[in-house]
């Protein structure tokens, strides 16, 4: 019977733990990577909320016509996904959270500045800001998600704001208190400042939707003929 | 639940890395001894070879003709057509051997193919005993290079590289990788002194095994596995001759595969029980330190890895469900519009299964250069990688589930 040759079942297992720290650094710096490429688009985003702010201030007064309203948008959107997706697989808690902060902020400036833009200029939109958790194991929350997402797509008009209850920002924290939302009755909308808790089917949330665009359209009229 | 499957996937995945590294270090110490050994043999040992069959009409002719092929004095080859009560034509295809002489012809009520084997060996005189599976056939250079072996008079048994003959379709050329591989594997394992079967295509003995630890026993049908795991408890060395063929017919769908693995696996399980007293034991050597944990942490891993398949595609399905029941199935999204490289998944577990099916796929070709004299890539890792992974935890499970309730799997 061939002796256990001890020193080579030490050097496979050197070898395996090598294998699987490099594993983890290489994951760990692509990681890394992707935070800082969210970073980069958050700190984008942020320049371009403060020029369409600085815009508006300094045209809304004469014309509606330059002011932007599609560069924030898709943009936002597309940043809201990637952090959700980090969220699950980045690993790195903190920096995403971090992250996260900074995003709900720049999503209540768009949020502002939106209302701002679409009441001064008629432009045809509707909003909806959308309140869910991550603390506890929120299906509700997951559904009413679905039902958005499902929305946005249907109505490019739409503009949809989530924010995740726990965050810990003072200014989530002012829009909770404004809306008086409560952490035992999410999800929660908020359109045209009328508050729903509980999850909202598609239909009850379209309907909603298409009164608020109907109530737009005297405003646009008068918009135009401004104009 | 979904961390518990993430630890126990990094878990085994660790042990299946080690696995292959400690393959790819005794390969790297070992590779002058995997050369080919051209030694001359003096004096040509007298040997039986045993042909145990049950309803095996349509290959034993196949299989008698490749035995009488073989490059070896034909005055020391003994054949032994064992027909273990056959309900078919087996018997009358036989006859068509019967003027060949040293060959014997012998019908026995059914018993089970060890107690053929055992009849047979009962009814040999000669220095070395070899079976050879009715549906095999076995290279014409074969016994001339497995006879060499026995220059060693430790060494007890030698067993010859399986290879799949004619793959014909996806499925059989699915297993020609397998096989490839454990060309590879029991060599690795050879080298180690950790063999842990003796496959019924043509493995060789020296009589006197037979005489030290006794026949074949039934062993879950698994008679050829149990007889290795005898061998190394009574500290009797295994090689394995990687340049010696056998061919063997797999099975040609995936419900004969099934029923095949169903009996391996079961007897490698059962058999496992029934040796439990070995495992870990240091004096039983790497045989009970690496073959036989690494064997039974195998069916564990994959266990857990069906189990967390089981559990995303699960989870899939119904958040998919959940998502048709509250916008309409006209409303799923189906595709994301925002896809960019950014979600390519970066986790340390995808690098790490990057690395298994890197070494594996080096198991393959080190195989395939063992037998061919070529590594060459082929479609067929590529299915044996999809198709294993899709049905292996089925005849696992069922073989775990078996082992539970005792319930064995037929031979045939």
Not at chain 2, 61 to 69: D, H, K, P, Q, R
Not at chain 2, 127 to 149: E, G, N, T, W
Not at chain 2, 355 to 365: D, E, G
Not at chain 2, 385 to 403: G, R
Request: with cysteine.
């Amino acid at each position: 019977m061939q002796k256990p040759d001890w020193k080579k079942y030490l050097l496979t297992f050197l070898i395996t733990a090598i294998l699987f720290v490099s594993a983890f650094v290489l994951s760990g710096y692509i990681n890394s990577k992707k935070i800082n490429q969210l970073k980069s688009i958050q700190d984008k985003i942020s320049v371009d909320i403060l020029s369409s702010e600085t815009q508006f201030s300094l045209l809304s007064e004469l014309s509606c016509k330059n002011v932007s309203d599609e560069v924030l948008s898709s943009e936002l959107e597309d940043l809201g996904h990637k952090l959700e997706w980090g969220q699950d697989n980045l690993g790195n808690s903190d920096e995403v959270t971090y992250l996260k902060k900074y995003y709900s902020l720049l999503e209540i400036k768009d949020y502002l500045l939106m209302k701002k833009i679409s009441s001064r200029c008629g432009v045809k939109s509707a909003f909806i800001l959308y309140f869910y958790t991550t603390a506890e194991n929120c299906s509700e929350c997951q559904k009413q998600g679905i039902v958005l997402s499902t929305l946005r797509e249907k109505y490019p008009e739409l503009r949809v704001y989530s924010f995740d209850f726990s965050t810990d920002l003072s200014a989530v924290k002012a829009m909770l208190n404004i809306y008086k939302i409560q952490d035992t009755k999410l999800p929660a909308l908020v359109i045209d400042d009328d508050v729903f808790t509980g999850f909202q089917t598609m239909d009850s949330v379209e309907a909603r939707i298409k009164e608020s665009f109907k109530l737009q359209e005297p405003s646009k009229k008068v918009s135009n003929a401004k104009k | 639940m979904h961390q518990v499957f993430e630890v126990a996937i990094y878990v085994f995945s660790f042990i299946a890395v080690f696995v292959q590294i400690f393959f790819l270090i005794t390969f790297f110490e070992g590779r002058k001894s995997i050369r080919r050994i051209f030694a001359e043999i003096l004096e040509y040992p007298s040997i039986t070879v045993m042909v145990p069959c049950y309803n095996e009409e349509s290959t034993i002719a196949g299989t008698v003709e490749s035995i009488l092929a073989l490059d070896y004095p034909k005055d020391k080859i003994f054949i032994k057509l064992i027909d273990d009560g056959s309900s078919d034509g087996t018997f009358s295809a036989m006859h068509k051997f019967s003027s060949v002489p040293n060959l014997e012809i012998i019908k026995k009520e059914n018993g089970g193919k060890h107690t053929a084997l055992n009849l047979g060996i009962e009814n040999s005189s000669s220095d070395f005993v070899a079976c050879l599976d009715a549906d095999s056939s076995v290279h014409p250079q074969a016994l001339k290079r497995m006879i060499p072996y026995f220059s060693d008079p430790k060494v007890m048994a030698v067993s010859p590289s399986i290879i799949v003959r004619e793959p014909d379709n996806i499925i059989r050329k699915a297993q020609k990788a397998e096989y490839d591989l454990s060309v590879y594997v029991k060599k690795m394992l050879g080298l180690i002194g950790g063999i842990h079967v003796t496959p019924g295509p043509f493995s060789v003995y020296r009589r006197e095994v037979f005489e030290k630890i006794g026949m074949y026993r039934k062993a879950h049908n698994t008679e050829d596995m149990e007889i290795a795991y005898r061998m190394q408890t009574n500290g009797l060395k295994i090689e394995q001759c990687h340049d010696a063929f056998a061919y063997t017919s797999a099975p040609s769908s995936v419900w004969k595969l099934y029923k095949q693995r169903l009996r391996w696996i079961y007897g490698f399980i059962n058999n496992t029980i029934d040796y439990r007293d070995v495992l870990f034991r240091k004096k039983y050597g790497h045989f009970a330190l690496f073959t036989l944990p690494a064997g039974v942490l195998d069916i564990f891993a994959v266990l857990v890895l069906f189990g967390n398949f089981f559990y995303v595609i699960g989870n899939f399905i119904y958040q998919k469900a959940e998502a048709a029941s509250v916008v309409g199935v006209n409303n799923l999204v189906s595709v994301p519009s925002h896809f960019s490289l950014f979600y390519i998944g970066s986790k340390a577990l995808l690098f790490i299964m990057c690395i298994i099916y890197a070494l594996v796929i080096f198991s393959i070709l080190m195989g395939r250069k063992m037998s061919e004299g070529k590594a060459r890539f082929s479609p067929s890792i590529i299915y044996y990688i999809f198709i294993y992974s899709l049905i292996a935890p089925f005849w696992l499970v069922k073989a775990v589930v078996n082992t539970a309730i005792s319930k064995q799997p037929a031979w045939k």
